[in-house]
Structure formats: C-alpha cells, structure tokens
C-alpha cells in the first residue's frame, strides 16, 4: 500500500526566503507526482505534474524534483511571498487493486511573514 | 485543462438528514472522482463516480451511505446520507482525463463543499 510523508508539517519564514517543502513515498512504481496548493478551506489549485520518467518540472518560481528509485520529491519555492502561503500537498498515483489511485500526503502548511 | 463548479459551496445540516452534492464539469471527462478532507487531514478517495454504471467504492465506504450518481460525462452527484456530526468535512470532486496511450494527464479538483453537521 502507497503511503506518503510531507516534511515538515508546518513551516514559517520570512518573505523573500527560498524554501523547500519534501515528500517522500514508500513505493517507486509510480506513474507520476503531483504537487498541490490549498487555501484555507477551498480546493485543490495544480502546480505541477511530474512523470515518472522525469526529474523535474519548472513553473515560475516553483520547481519540483523528483527521484522515483530513492521514493522523494521536492518542492522549491524561490523568493517566497506572503501569497505562497497555502497547504502545499504532494500526491503521487500508482496502480491499485481497482486500477491507478492517487495517494495524498498530509500536507506541508507554508506561512510566509510580511 | 477543466474548470469544475460544485454546489452548495457549504452547508449546515441537522443530524440524521442528507444533502446531495453537485459536481459539473465544462467539458466531457473520462474519470470522475469524490475525495473527502476532514478538519486538518489530508484528502481520502470516497469513490470514482462512473458514467452509466454503479460507483466503485474504496474500502470504508458504502454505497448506502455515499450514493453517487453519473448520469453523463459532465455531471455527478454525491450524497451524503443520515448525517453526523463525524460527516463534517470539505467534500471535493475531482477529474481527469487519459491521454493517447493510456497514460494519466493531471488531476483536476473543484472547490470543494464545506459541510458541518450539527
């Protein structure tokens, strides 16, 4: 069964710091990551979608790494604002019993200071 | 990629009531899915909606609690049944569409629905 780990849970800086969010699963048979952003009790806003076959995807000032053997991705965010502050979560999809399933990890909360 | 529009964006319910909730989409998707999020949890697939046929529901839920309807490739209901106070929590749909050669394109998510039970 897949199981996903974001850390840390919560993370507090200033603004204009860069930062890295992780997420780390314990299956590499996965057909691709996702990495989400979620506003206090809104939806889920896509950032990036990464391949299994790839290493990284770049949008902005956000770029995601991932190294399926090892089970770990990353998310950069560069020169943070107080606008990144959201819940970032990473999701990766891999094969169920009932077909492909998308397993969520618990979420990074980002809280950028003005 | 998909914009998708829920209704009711919240709602208050008394105990033992149901609420269903809708999920359009503004084009034709394959896959249709219901996740729940509870207070400060991550998000858990309640089941994929399926067009024409029954929903498939993951393990530790049931139908009779989660009736889902898809009555066509843009449209999806979910049902929340007998409430409790356990019920509260943010209902999302999602979607996705598969590309040439089978391989999943991104997940989309809607809104989500904040329901609280009284």
């Known amino acids: 069964k897949q199981e996903v780990t974001q850390i840390p849970a919560a993370l507090s800086v200033p603004e204009g710091e860069n930062l890295v969010l992780n997420c780390s699963f314990t299956?590499?048979?996965?057909?691709?990551l996702q990495w989400f952003r979620q506003d206090p009790g809104k939806g889920l806003t896509s950032l990036l979608l990464?391949?299994?076959?790839?290493r990284e995807q770049t949008s902005g000032r956000l770029n995601a790494s991932l190294d399926k053997s090892s089970g770990r991705s990353t998310l950069y965010i560069a020169a943070s604002q107080p606008g990144d502050s959201a819940t970032y979560l990473c999701?990766?999809?891999?094969?169920?019993?009932?077909?492909?399933?998308?397993?969520f990890g618990e979420g990074t909360q980002l809280t950028v200071n003005p | 990629s998909a914009v998708i529009s829920q209704k009711p964006s919240r709602d208050i319910c008394q105990r033992g009531t149901s609420l269903t909730i809708q999920c359009q989409v503004d084009?034709?998707?394959?896959?249709m899915f219901w996740y729940r999020q509870q207070p400060g949890q991550s998000l858990t697939l309640i089941a994929t909606?399926?067009?024409?046929?029954?929903?498939?529901?993951e393990s530790g839920f049931v139908i009779d609690k989660f009736p889902i309807s898809r009555p066509n490739l843009t449209f999806s209901t979910l049902t929340v049944s007998n409430m409790s106070p356990e019920d509260s929590s943010i209902y999302l749909c999602?979607?996705?569409?598969?590309?040439?050669?089978?391989?999943?394109?991104?997940?989309?998510f809607g809104p989500g629905t904040r329901l609280l039970v009284l």
């Open positions: 999602s979607v996705e569409d598969l590309i040439i050669g089978g391989r999943q394109e991104t997940q989309y």
């Open positions: 299956d590499s048979a996965i057909y691709n």
């Open positions: 990464i391949q299994s076959s790839q």
């Open positions: 999701a990766v999809r891999s094969l169920g019993t009932s077909g492909s399933r998308l397993t």
């Open positions: 084009s034709q998707v394959t896959m």
């Open positions: 909606a399926n067009q024409g046929s029954e929903a498939t529901y």
